[in-house]
């Protein structure tokens, strides 16, 4: 089946700095991935699409210069939150998107990575 | 806009069967998924609704009614290992999904 890394699995920063977290499609090319951010005991928000060789796209609400997306690879995507503070703390998913025989699509999810700003 | 309504917990015992409903309100949708979560985990993907109707696959099945803006989902023989969180879903143009606001679900003995 179709898996997707996240790294790291979980990060401490301090408020102030920046952080990378990557996300992998291991074994299928995903011209599209995406990049969702959960609070505690809430729904998956989704934050931006991804799109291999051109520029994300945010969703409403979503700083663009805060969190920097990058997707230089039909295998790797990039999430920075830039100067980080703590209200990003948060569990960030990337999920990536494979399309299916039906000619419909279905998302492969990562399994997240837990940011704590201190 | 967009939105997709779920009760915000169920509880249910072992070996009993439950309903999960999904209440929509958008410009339009081209399918209904649904996920499963446990806590710190990532979702994982349990069904799919791209017409009306009734979807099975194993213990879980799926609904979904376009003219009710509506869908449930349908757990059989509950375990304690389903207890999580349960997520509708809805597939919108270029391949994104819409999260629902999500039922936590409590299994007991």
């Known amino acids: 089946g179709a898996v997707v890394s996240q790294h790291p699995s979980r990060v401490i920063c301090k408020s102030g700095t920046s952080v990378k977290i990557e996300c992998r499609s291991l074994d299928f090319q995903a011209t599209t991935m995406f990049w969702y951010r959960q609070f505690p005991k809430q729904s998956l928000m989704l934050m931006a699409t991804s799109n291999e060789g051109s520029k994300a796209t945010y969703e409403q609400g979503v700083e663009k210069d805060k969190f920097l997306i990058n997707h230089a690879s039909l295998t790797l995507s990039t999430l920075t939150v830039t100067s980080a503070h703590p209200e990003d703390s948060s569990f960030y998913i990337c999920?990536?998107?494979?399309?299916?025989?039906?000619?419909?699509?279905?998302?492969?999810f990562g399994p997240g990575t837990r940011l704590t700003v201190t | 806009g967009q939105s997709l309504e779920q009760p915000s917990e169920v509880t249910a015992v072992e070996g009993a069967i439950v309903q999960i409903n999904c209440t929509y309100q958008?410009?339009?949708?081209?399918?209904l998924s649904w996920y499963q979560q446990h806590d710190g985990g990532a979702p994982t993907f349990l069904s799919y609704n791209a017409l009306d109707g009734l979807e099975e696959t194993g213990r879980f099945s799926s609904f979904l009614s376009r003219s009710d803006s509506y869908g449930y989902l349908l757990l059989q023989e509950l375990q304690m290992k389903d207890s999580a969180s349960y997520f509708c879903?809805?597939?919108?143009?270029?391949?994104?999904?819409?999260f629902g606001t999500g039922t936590r679900l409590l299994v007991s003995p």
């Open positions: 958008t410009s339009g949708f081209y399918g």
């Open positions: 999920s990536a998107s494979l399309p299916k025989t039906s000619g419909s699509y279905e998302q492969y």
């Open positions: 879903a809805g597939y919108t143009g270029f391949q994104k999904l819409v």
